[in-house]
């Protein structure tokens, strides 16, 4: 980082490159006004004006730009400056990994120190994701943005099964969170020899921003504000099935379905830094907040086929509006082909708290499965990250 001495010394440069070529233009009155009058002379304020920094260079091709590379090529290369095209458009392609923050217990072999089936068993892997933007350069210093975003759906099951001899007679010692995994066990619930969980989830959102230049002195780093409103979508589905030997006859089965949805909007904020590196190449990076009103939902369907008191099925659900957060953070490499053609290589990471998760609003009491009311557990988190590599183009 400079110093402000050295920052002195680079603004006092630009303005004595400018003192010189304004002394050459007096010492030719005659020609001067002409030349002023068909542009031939840059304009001090392209540099001085601390209204919008960088001076309004749309192209490499424009008047000003080229006759500040070729007057003072060490203080005003427009190359140190990204092209502001009229409109630009930009298709990014890459693979997210969906990562839950807390972990959630399902079935233990006996008790619940010996966990066999939990949210850790989901495999974590890449899904498809798409981000595509549309941009307008309303002037030299503001552009406003429309972006789309899309996750493709992510399907994970996990399946345990056990054989074990139990208390009552028969096979399978797998306890549920219904009987607080082995320590009040309920027959119809626990004593299972067979466990399985399957978790759905995709994310899909949209935004409206208007960004803003910093006005700065030219320099290899530039930087401007991101203010608007975001979109997001998060709906998921959870299934839990268990067998058991127990009661007899027949023995039971539990299927429950737990499917939330989170529907969120609200204001954004946030800021983008690009730094010049070296001939043509480029690294950004970009950070943005948004606090959202989360229309959060979730309906339970549980289903037991037993000779036990809880037999049957039942359906409840819930909702409210919630308070939740989402914070993205993008780094990105980029290299300019031209004014209008720009590839992209990055990696991104997408953060969002106050949700509900399907996993996290599985009820563990066997009266509200049966009886309600449904409650609704909005203070999950959850994390997108992974690599993505683009093209945009400008006119």
Known sequence: MRSFGERVQRIAGVLACWTMLAGAAMAQQNKGAMAQQNGDVP????????????????????????????????????????????????????????????????????NLTNTVLSTRDLDADFKMAGHFLVGHSLNECFQ????????AAADNTATVRNTTRNSLGGQGILSSP???????????LDFNDFAQIHYHSSLRGAELNIRRQVPMPPDRLMA?????????????????????????????????????????????????????????????????????????????????????AFAGEFAFSDHGDHTAFAGELDLTFVYRWSPGLITRL?????FMSGVALATENLGTSITLLTQGPAQLNHDGSILYHGPYAGIEFGW
């Open 43 to 110: 304009r001090p304020d392209l540099i001085t004006n601390p209204e919008c920094w960088p001076p309004p260079c749309w192209s490499p091709s424009c008047d000003e730009c080229d006759l500040i590379r070729s007057r003072c090529p060490n203080k005003c290369d427009y190359i140190l400056f990204p092209p502001r095209l009229g409109w630009y458009f930009a298709a990014d392609g890459g693979g997210l990994v969906r990562q839950l923050t807390r972990e959630v217990n399902f079935a233990a072999a006996a």
């Open 144 to 151: 406003i943005e429309g972006v789309f975003t899309g996750v």
């Open 178 to 188: 219904f009987g607080g995994f082995g320590s009040s066990a309920v027959s119809g």
């Open 346 to 350: 990055g990696y991104q990471a997408l």
């Open 224 to 308: 401007s504000v991101i203010f608007g409103v975001r979109y997001l979508d998060l709906p998921e589905g959870f299934d839990y099935l268990t067998h058991s030997n127990a009661p007899t006859p027949g023995g039971a089965r539990n299927t429950i379905h737990v499917a939330t949805d989170n529907q969120m909007v609200g204001p954004q904020i946030g800021t983008l830094f690009e730094m010049y590196i070296d001939n043509r190449w480029w690294m950004n990076f970009e950070a943005k907040a948004a606090v959202l009103n989360n229309r959060a939902r979730q309906s339970t369907l549980f289903n037991n086929v037993s000779h036990t």
